[in-house]
Each structure stands twice: as C-alpha cells, then as structure tokens.
C-alpha cells in the first residue's frame, strides 16, 4: 500500500469518527432535553397536586359551609329562625321543655323508659312538649351525626309533629340508636332506613329528598346554637318554668316512670 492510500485511509477514517461523535453529541443533547421537560413536568404536576390539595384543604367543611346556606325551617315550628318547636293540645297551660342530643346515651335511656309516658302526657293535654336539639357530642368527637339526625328530625318535623315524635322515638330505640362512640346518624341512609319504621315516613319522597339534600341542614344549626347559648350543661335536662326537673338524686332528668310522674305532677302543682 502506498503512503498516499494509507494516510487517505486514515483522514477518512478519522472524519467517520468525526461525524460520529457529532451524531452522538446530537442525540445525547436531545436526551438531556427530554430529561430536562420531563423533570419539569413532574414538578409542575407535584405543584399542580400540592396546590389542588392546598385548595381543598381550606375549603370549608359541608357543615361550616351550611352555616351561610339560606336558611329553610320545617313547618310546624315558630320564633326566631323556625327554631322554637312545641307540640301538644293548645289548651295545655304548661309546657316541659326537653333538651336532647340524638347521639346521647341517657338520652336513649329516658327515651326507652320514659318516652311513652311524656307521649301520653302530651297527647291527653298534661302539657305541652318544646324540643331543643343540641349537637355537643359531634363536637366532641369529631363527628357528624347529630347535626344530621337532627336535620333528618327537622325533614320529619316538615311532616307533621307526629311523626316528628313517632321518628325521635324510633331513632333512640334500642335497636336503632348506635353506641355514642359509633357515628351512624351520619349516613342519610341510616337515618332513612330508621324512618321507614314510621308510617307517615316510611318511603316518604318528599322526607327523603329533604335528607339527602341537607334542606334542614342549617336550621339544625340555629336550634343547636338554641341549646348553647340556653346555659344547660348536659342531655337529657327537662325544665318547666325555668326550674329543672329532676329525680329522686336532685341533680339528673328523671329515669323512670315513677319518678317522672312525682317530678312531673309536682312541677304542674307549682
């Protein structure tokens, strides 16, 4: 071979190389590209992620928000914002006022001994019943289903104050009334299948809707702040003219029937 074909051979060569590196510099530069978008995308999606859970974190709650809902008071109530709630014969002079939180236990006890007492009371015109919901065990749980069980009672109060009664009474039954630690009234389809036990709801569209769609949702909120702003400290509490009636201890509602009827007719004789 001749020193003019070897060095020719070696010049091509070397501009194969040549051409080569470039080729391969191309590519590594587009793959550095492709790492670079890449990269940006996932950190503007992390951010796009970070900002969505930002935005939902600070919305407010369904409950905080039903405070500035357009307020909707059942029928069947009176005073300020609809949440003044008496049943009972016009002609009874005197009225027991009734304090209760749907997911209280004691509440359930009264209500299981001494509810039917109170309804045959009210029915034959002893006295007049004013109901005052409150909703401090959702406050001190964490929970929800007071504000909603009091609501779903607000879509049956709309019903009329009998099934108002008849739905209170189903919903601190033994069977139906869960353990203050489980959080069962917030499920509207517990509160509705509770309410099928009771003729007048018992696959009522109307009460249905009402409790799916949360219609009574801010009026349970005005009576809850009723309850807390009436200075009563604990459910169940029963007053007749501003005095607080109590059992044989002197301190607690009366538990049984016995000790309701002696507080009870004690109260009206005063």
């Known amino acids: 071979m001749s020193k003019r074909n070897s060095q020719a051979a070696k010049t091509a060569a070397r501009e194969r190389l040549r051409i080569e590196r470039e080729r391969q510099a191309k590519r590594d ?34 409950w905080e ?8 008071a059942p029928a069947n109530t009176s005073g300020t914002n609809g949440t003044t709630v008496v049943i ?8 027991l006022v009734m304090y ?6 004691i509440c359930a006890q009264f209500e299981q001994t001494v509810g039917s007492t109170v309804k045959k009371d009210v029915d034959e015109g ?4 004013q109901y005052v919901g409150a909703t401090f065990i959702d406050t001190n749980t964490q ?7 009091l609501s779903a009672m607000g879509a049956a109060l709309n019903v009329s104050p009998e099934a108002f009664l008849e739905y209170k009474s189903a919903l601190y039954s033994a069977k139906w009334h869960p353990e203050e630690t489980e959080d069962k009234f917030k499920d509207d389809s517990y509160l509705i299948k ?31 702040d009723v309850f807390n702003k009436s200075g009563v400290q604990g459910t169940p509490t029963l007053k007749m003219d501003g005095k607080t009636i109590t059992g044989s201890d002197g301190k607690n509602a009366p538990m049984t029937v016995p000790e309701f ?8 004789k005063s």
């Open 29 to 62: 530069k587009v793959k550095r590209q492709l790492i670079v978008a890449g990269s940006v995308v996932a950190v503007l999606a992390v951010a796009g992620g970070v900002g969505y859970a930002v935005v939902q974190n600070n919305k407010p709650s369904h």
């Open 65 to 72: 928000a039903a405070k500035s809902e357009k307020l909707v």
């Open 88 to 95: 009972g014969k016009s002609s009874a002079k005197k009225t």
């Open 100 to 105: 209760e939180d749907p997911r209280c236990p």
């Open 126 to 129: 002893k006295f007049k019943i």
């Open 143 to 149: 929970g929800e289903g007071s504000k909603n069980a």
């Open 194 to 224: 509770v309410a099928n036990t009771v003729p007048a709801l018992k696959d009522n569209a109307a009460f249905q809707k009402a409790v799916k769609d949360g219609t009574y949702d801010k009026w349970a909120l005005d009576m809850s």
């Open 261 to 268: 009827n002696a507080a009870i007719d004690n109260a009206l």
